[in-house]
Every structure is written in structure tokens, then in C-alpha cells.
């Protein structure tokens, strides 16, 4: 069955540290692949988006991932965490001929000063 | 560029009250739409998408029920909530691969 599976419910990180956040996939077929970044009582915002050209994709505010087709994975990092950065992140895919995403259970980061 | 706009922003409804929730898009035509929800502890849930007027399709059997009467517009509704309805409800659009949000409207059943 397809899904789509993020490690981590929590990840607490200290300011000016690497943000590392896991996503991995099941699918026969490499699916498209989004992270999003949800605000307390906001709506998601597309950090950044694989549709199978470049592996790496770089998004807004200082965040990358990495699509790796052998380890079915889209981690996304950031260099330095900044205090903005405290949010609940989701990792989301579109599986091949579907309209729907389906997404991970989040990931809420919290940045320590 | 393209707007997403939901509202009412916030509500708080007792049981047994009906309900209605507006999402309109701008600046796009013909898009895909989706209504989703978020409980506390169980992530997004899809609810409907829409690819067309009139087209809805119900991703979990519910009291709920959506309507798209105009191209932009998505309605979502209810003729009785239940306090398990409440939550923060998220409309989103599509045209091509990526779905972009709305700002949300919280929902709280007393």
C-alpha cells in the first residue's frame, strides 16, 4: 500500500544547530513530494515541492531536501535553525494518478535559544 | 497571483447547529478544490475535493457535505454538528501538481 511515514513527532533543536527532518515513502512509482510548514492557527505554506527533475531542491527560508529513489526518502534540512523556524512541519505525497496528497503526521520542531 | 480566502475565520456553534463554511480562489480557473481537516492529534484529513461545478467526491462518510455552485467557490456544510466536528478546516486548490492552502477557519462545537 502506498504512504507516507515522518520520524518524529518532536524534534527540539538549538538555535544555530542543523534541522533534520525524515520522510519516507512507500510507492512502486517515484510520486511527487512536498513539505509544508504550518504556523499555530495558520494555514500550510509549500516550503518546497520534488516533481522528478533536480534530486535536491531548495526551498524558502534556508530549507533543502533530498530525494533519494533507493531509500524511498525526502529529508529536509536547514544549516542553522533560526527561532522563526518553530512550526510543525509535514511532509506530503502525490502518488502517481491521484489528485490527492497524502501526508505525514507532522513534525512539530521547537528551537531553543 | 492567486488568493485563497476562507471564513468565517473562527466559530464556535453548539450541537445540533447547522453549518456553513466559504472558500473562494482568485487570480486561477477551473481548480481543483479540497476541503480538509485537522483534529488535535490526527493530522490532515481529507474530507472532499472537487474537480469541477457540481463535481464532489467524499473521501470519509460523515455529516458533513460540500458544494461547488460556482467555478471558485467551495462550500462546506452541515445540517447538524456533532461535537466530534470540531477542529480546524483547511481549503485548498490545485491546477497542476501542487496544492496551496488557505488560511483556515477553527471550528469549535460546544
Known amino acids: 500500500a502506498q504512504s507516507v511515514t515522518q520520524l518524529g513527532s518532536h524534534v527540539s533543536v538549538s538555535e544555530g544547530a542543523l534541522v533534520l527532518l525524515r520522510c519516507n515513502y512507500s510507492?512502486?512509482?517515484?510520486?511527487?513530494l512536498f513539505w509544508y510548514v504550518q504556523y499555530p492557527n495558520q494555514g500550510l505554506q509549500l516550503l518546497l515541492k520534488y516533481t522528478s527533475a533536480a534530486t535536491l531542491v531548495k526551498g524558502i527560508n534556508g530549507f533543502e531536501a533530498e530525494f533519494k529513489k533507493s531509500e524511498t526518502s525526502f529529508h529536509l534540512t536547514k544549516p542553522s535553525a533560526h527561532m522563526s523556524d518553530a512550526a510543525e512541519y509535514f511532509c506530503a505525497v502525490r502518488f502517481f494518478n491521484d489528485y490527492k496528497l497524502s501526508f505525514g503526521a507532522g513534525t512539530t520542531v521547537t528551537v531553543r535559544a | 497571483s492567486q488568493t485563497i480566502h476562507q471564513w468565517p475565520a473562527t466559530l464556535v456553534q453548539p450541537v445540533g447547529s447547522p453549518l456553513s463554511l466559504e472558500c473562494t480562489v482568485e487570480g486561477t480557473s477551473n481548480p481543483n478544490l479540497y476541503w480538509y481537516r485537522q483534529a488535535a492529534g490526527r493530522g490532515l484529513q481529507l474530507l472532499f475535493y472537487s474537480v469541477g461545478i457540481g463535481q464532489i467526491s467524499s473521501e470519509v462518510p460523515q455529516n458533513l457535505s460540500a458544494s461547488r455552485p460556482q467555478d471558485r467557490q467551495f462550500i462546506l456544510s452541515s445540517k447538524k454538528l456533532l461535537l466530534s466536528d470540531s477542529g480546524f478546516y483547511l481549503c485548498a486548490w490545485s491546477t497542476t501538481d501542487t496544492q496551496y492552502f488557505g488560511p483556515g477557519t477553527r471550528l469549535t462545537v460546544l
Open positions: 510507492s512502486s512509482v517515484p510520486p511527487y
